[in-house]
């Protein structure tokens, strides 16, 4: 029941003649004859670069094979077809590097040596791509898109893995280019473009070639193929190394060009020691510099993943015990994405101060061998320490980083969610739900504090769907929050994640694509100060519309609560300028403390309005003869100025926030010509609707009062709960099979969940019983008051 | 007049408030999406369709492997589970169901495979593919392990035992793990109990067989509720055009390249066939979406489908000279792998730039 085998003849004779190392090369070839023997091609005259470069590979593959069954002649013969096949037009360098391989290849072909007959075939696929950068360049500077994108289809890829796809900036540059007039600034961006593309891609390759070409486990024929594309990529990335003023590039070229015949010598020793000093060279330059964005992005991702570290490691240990291993697992990957964005950085980090870049990375190293130490539970660093040590850098860092690194980055916020994503999927998949509702409100947080402000001033729809996937369903899907409640399948939870990548990406692309224009930012910013400064109105105006007649006295104290309010906006929008980023960490949480002190002013002042409105409606007459009693009277003021201030400022909060996002866009003079606008129109709204409430009938406007405030209440509640629940302080219990609008979680804090539910039951249930006893209370009152009036008159 | 100003102060907040959003959502810059008409120029239910005809037939061989194995069961059970007394009693018997469940697993690994690079490439199906065909156990890997336990009939449980394919039924039903061999058998009788000869134990036959049937109705459905959109299309492409390296490597260590390999894994069939079956999987798909690449670059188009050609010409020329009788050697495979997967992360490269000419994101 075997496998069947078996070996021809042919493979034994060759076995006879070769080190069994090589053997398994030239069965190869010889097997793969046929493979490579292709239709012969058409004429090179008719060919696409790519086409011809596709053809030198497959003759010089037929020679090798041609070579392995002992065919020197044909060898020969098919690298000449390699030679003739050469694309037209192919630069000089590396036509010449081209010629130079397949002069090698004929000789290799000649003696009948696959070895050097693979290090030629290297060289003349390294040559051909060298060429193919080079043509598009000079196509590139020479305005002509099109012979560009020609010579762009004969290039190298990155390896497409799970983390990293191949670049496509180069592709879409040309493709720009193509489309519209080829100005200077056109061209000098698609040349720009180009390079950060193919630098990156080659130094990536020549990173991988270099590393076979060393490898003494690896076949001969392999390291040999790979010294010889490490030959032709290095040419690639000089000029930029010796632009960047990083050493001496012709002794990098001859390590490399001398990589190849020490290979095919056998002198390993010297094959290593070259090798470690090329890859010391490689890793010590870049040839193509992160861009000013991609910095920024790296830095975003190193700070927000450097800050989720010791939340994890709290987490998982306790003084010096592993309890939940997958949280200091997640700490682990958390240090690995830092790590990794830090490598990317270093660079410029070192150009700023490279003794202090070094102190970094040893205590970045330091951390990362702290958490493997925990992870392999060989010793337990404190949480405490741990977090010093990481708030230690986070520190350094932040002071060594140039501003614009550490400005709030939208993409980074999107990477560092995917990676807590991530976290959120592994948990579900170990059972652990906990941890996975914990890992999920991280990442609302993230999003929440991070992207979403800006979002929702430019994309309400988008925040809707997402703010629905990370919680309790939107528009037929399931949530995220809902899920992990129900204890999901993890099948469930990553088609639940697949929507919320769907959607995450679409906000990264609007984010990434936003109007900048000042008319669009100051329209945004407007709509943003009306829309909360609306809400507010609404408030103010039921909370004052009782307070008419004598009462209007309590008008004032509002009145100073709503401007001591606006006095703290102020306040947070300098601060919030100040300390955006340490302020979105605990924004949440500003935001529930907040709303549960209005909720609790609220609920005292509804009971009070019922209380007093009634207590008015029947005893006006009486007003005279009222005691004032200080102590009271204080405790109401108080408590009105805190009504108006919470109810105002709960928004001006909010909207602060929003406005910063804006802010980072387009700056702050026209950001605050949006304000204006909005509060402008806001105080026009505002007049009409206090002054129409004026003209109600005092019962009417008490009824429409009544309603309104308990609206506002019960809205409030819902809201803060689901604030709440973000950050951890209330338990989520999904009511099953419900799944209300986005808008009735927006405009009532209506969500899915018993928490909020039974809470804005109750907070109902609180108003209208209150509306009852007062009136109960002022039915007493009437018949105390009645009875001896009664009995007067009986009398 | 008061009941008008009363709905008038309702009117004005509701209706300023609702414009307020309806404002902002005109503000919101124009997402530069794939055009309607770009997805209906890539047919994605035709991809759809290959997927879901591929799975029932998939379910057609589960389906039978789970009579099967009930069978085979039932015989036993007959028996009292002496595996030695049921070959001695029933050996013909026991050796039909036992080829039945090779064929069955063949069949329905055979669809699998034409399946995978869609199924493991599009983000929303992937799971299946974990649990069906690629995950590793506990043992292999504790951290990638996906949890599920598997039940049997005599009520033992195997925690994380991996995928149902490759880490239960094909060492089941092949005998490669130990614990799984009810009694090695001289299937063939040519007077030798050689590798993949046994009779496998029962309990964990018929529970990896159910489970298996139950797992591919499962990923039917969610197949059936799928829907299709060129960013998965292209996902799986890109994802999944450069494993090779993977699966030559599993190949390498397979039975079918080493004859003392101890895999326990990919001895039902050579994991060539999978790789082809895969690229098929992939072909097609990007034969239902050329027509969209074509009209964004012709050339880049040509590039690709010459690609395609290329890489799977040259697995499916090495699998029909492994079929035909040679037998490769480790250091072959290794070089074959190589190869392919420069192959293969040309073309992949070559897929993601044309995502990116149309705008197609790749997810990750």
Not at chain 1, 488 to 493: G, K, L, Q
Not at chain 2, 175 to 203: C, I, K, M, Q
Request: proline residues 4%; glycine residues 8%.
């Amino acid at each position: 029941m075997q496998p069947q085998a078996h070996q021809g003849s042919v493979t034994l004779r060759v076995r006879n003649r070769v080190s069994p190392k090589k053997l398994g090369f030239y069965l190869l070839l010889l097997l793969l004859g046929g493979l490579a023997l292709r239709p012969a091609p058409a004429a090179a005259d008719d060919r696409e670069p790519w086409q011809a470069a596709d053809a030198i590979s497959d003759a010089l593959f037929a020679a090798q094979a041609a070579v392995l069954g002992g065919d020197s002649r044909a060898a020969e013969g098919h690298v000449a077809e390699a030679a003739a096949a050469g694309p037209d037009g192919l630069p000089a360098e590396s036509a010449a590097l081209l010629a130079e391989a397949l002069d090698a290849a004929a000789t290799a072909a000649a003696a009948g040596d696959g070895d050097a007959l693979a290090g030629a075939r290297g060289r003349a696929a390294g040559a051909l791509n060298w060429g193919g950068y080079l043509a598009a360049r000079a196509a590139i500077e020479a305005g002509d898109a099109a012979e560009a994108q020609r010579w762009l289809l004969v290039r190298d890829f990155r390896t497409s893995t799970r983390f990293s796809r191949p670049d496509a900036d180069a592709t879409l540059a040309l493709r720009d280019l193509a489309a519209n007039e080829a100005t200077p600034e056109a061209v000098a961006a698609a040349l720009a473009q180009l390079d950060a593309d193919l630098l990156d891609t080659y130094q990536a390759r020549l990173t991988q070639h270099l590393a076979t070409a060393a490898d003494a486990n690896a076949l001969p024929t392999r390291r040999a193929e790979s010294a010889g594309i490490a030959a032709a990529y290095w040419r690639v990335l000089a000029p930029a190394y010796a632009e960047q003023g990083a050493g001496d590039a012709s002794t990098v070229l001859a390590g490399f060009d001398a990589l190849l015949p020490a290979l095919l010598a056998g002198d390993e020793t010297t094959v290593a020691t070259t090798a470690e000093r090329l890859s010391a060279t490689l890793g010590s330059f870049r040839a193509a510099p992160l861009s000013p964005d991609d910095q920024a992005r790296r830095a975003g991702q190193l700070l927000r993943f450097l800050a989720l570290v010791p939340v994890e490691y709290g987490r998982g240990v306790t003084e010096q015990t592993v309890m939940v291993e997958l949280e200091v697992q997640e700490a682990v990957s958390f240090m690995g994405g830092a790590e990794a964005s830090f490598a990317d950085l270093r660079l410029g980090l070192e150009a700023i101060d490279p003794a202090r870049t070094a102190a970094l990375a040893q205590q970045i190293a330091t951390v990362v061998a702290d958490l493997d130490a925990a992870n392999r539970k060989e010793y337990v660093l404190p949480p405490e320490q741990m977090t010093a040590n990481v708030e230690a850098i986070n520190a350094e860092l932040t002071a060594l980083m140039p501003p614009a690194w550490t400005a709030a980055n939208a993409d980074a916020d999107f990477d560092v969610l995917a990676s807590v994503l991530d976290q959120v999927e592994a948990a579900v998949r170990a059972g652990d739900y906990a941890l996975a509702e914990s890992a999920r409100l991280e990442a609302y947080a993230i999003f929440d504090f991070g992207p979403e402000p800006r979002l929702l001033g430019f994309a309400p729809p988008l925040v809707a769907r997402i703010d629905g996937l990370f919680w309790q369903g939107y528009d037929g899907q399931p949530g995220l929050a809902q899920a992990i409640a129900l204890e999901a399948a993890p099948a469930e939870v990553a088609a639940i994640r697949a929507e919320l990548d769907g959607a995450l990406e679409e906000a990264q692309l609007t984010l990434g694509d936003l109007p900048s224009a000042p008319g669009a930012i100051i329209t945004n910013a407007a709509i943003i100060v009306f829309r909360e400064g609306l809400e507010s109105v609404v408030i103010l105006a039921a909370l004052m519309a009782s307070m008419v007649g004598a009462m209007a006295r309590h008008r004032r104290p509002m009145v100073l609560g709503v401007v001591l309010s606006l006095l703290a906006t102020a306040a947070t929008w300098w601060i919030a300028q100040q300390i955006l980023s340490s302020l979105t960490r605990f924004g949440e949480r500003l935001e529930a403390i907040v709303s549960l002190i209005a909720i609790g002013i609220l609920l005292l002042i509804t009971n009070w309005f019922f209380h007093k409105a009634y207590w008015k409606d029947w005893m006006a007459g009486f007003h005279q003869q009222k005691r004032r009693v200080l102590s009271a009277e204080t405790g109401q003021f108080v408590g009105l100025v805190l009504l108006g201030f919470t109810s105002m400022y709960r928004e001006g909060f909010e909207t602060v926030l929003f406005l910063q996002a804006l802010v980072l866009d387009a700056g702050t003079t026209v950001v605050l010509q949006g304000v204006a606008v909005g509060a402008l129109a806001v105080l026009v709204v505002g007049a009409i609707t206090f002054k129409l409430q004026a003209r109600l009938p005092y019962k009417k406007m008490l009824v429409w009062t009544g309603v309104l405030i308990g609206l506002v209440l019960v809205t409030m509640v819902g809201k803060t709960v689901h604030v709440m629940q973000a950050v951890g302080w209330v338990g989520i219990t999904p009511i099953q099979g419900v799944t209300p609008p986005y808008w009735a979680g927006l405009w009532f804090g209506l969500y899915a969940t018993w928490q909020g539910v039974i809470m804005q039951i109750g907070a109902a249930v609180f108003v209208v019983g209150s509306y009852y006893l007062a009136e109960g209370m002022q039915t007493k009152r009437r018949q105390a008051i009645a009875a001896p009036r009664t009995a007067e008159r009986a009398q | 007049m008061s009941k008008w100003i009363a709905r008038l102060l309702s009117l004005v907040a509701v209706v300023l408030l609702v414009a307020c959003g309806g404002a902002a959502e005109q503000a919101q810059p124009a997402i530069e999406a794939t055009p309607a008409a770009a997805t209906d120029a890539a047919d994605l239910a035709a991809v759809k369709q290959y997927t879901l005809d591929n799975a029932q037939q998939m379910k057609e061989g589960t389906a039978a492997l789970a009579t099967t194995a009930q069978s085979y069961y039932d015989l036993l059970a007959g028996h009292n589970f002496d595996y030695a007394a049921a070959w001695a009693a029933d050996a013909p018997a026991l050796t039909q169901l036992v080829a039945d469940a090779k064929a069955h697993w063949l069949t329905a690994s055979t669809h699998y495979e034409l399946d995978e690079g869609i199924i493991a490439g599009v983000p929303s199906l992937a799971f299946y593919d974990v649990w069906i065909d690629a995950g590793p156990s506990a043992e292999e890997d504790p951290v990638e392990a996906y949890e599920w336990t598997l039940e049997l009939a005599d009520g033992r449980t195997l925690p994380s035992p991996g995928n149902f394919f490759h880490s239960l039924l094909e060492p089941i039903i092949w005998g490669t793990r130990a614990d799984f061999v009810g009694l090695p058998a001289d299937l063939d009788s040519d007077g030798a109990a050689e590798l993949g000869e046994v009779l496998p134990e029962a309990n964990v036959l018929l529970a990896a067989a159910q489970g298996l049937d139950g797992a591919t109705g499962e990923m039917i459905t969610a197949v059936e509720g799928w829907q299709p959109s060129l960013s998965d299309a292209f996902t799986a492409l890109v994802v999944m055009i450069p494993t090779m390296n993977e699966y030559f490597e599993q190949w390498k260590l397979s039975a079918f390249v080493n004859e003392q390999s101890q895999e326990q894994s990919f001895i039902g069939v050579s994991r060539l066939f999978d790789i082809n079956g895969i690229l098929a999987g992939l072909d097609f798909t990007y034969g239902n979406m050329a027509t969209l690449v074509q009209s964004a670059d012709p050339a880049l188009h040509s590039q690709i489908t010459d690609g395609f050609a290329d890489l799977r010409g040259y697995v499916g020329d090495l699998y029909n000279q492994e079929r035909a009788g040679t037998r490769f050697t480790g250091a072959q495979a290794d070089l074959f792998g190589g190869e392919a997967q420069a192959k293969a992360t040309a073309l992949a490269g070559q897929v993601s730039q044309a995502a990116a000419l149309l705008d197609v994101e790749i997810a990750e």
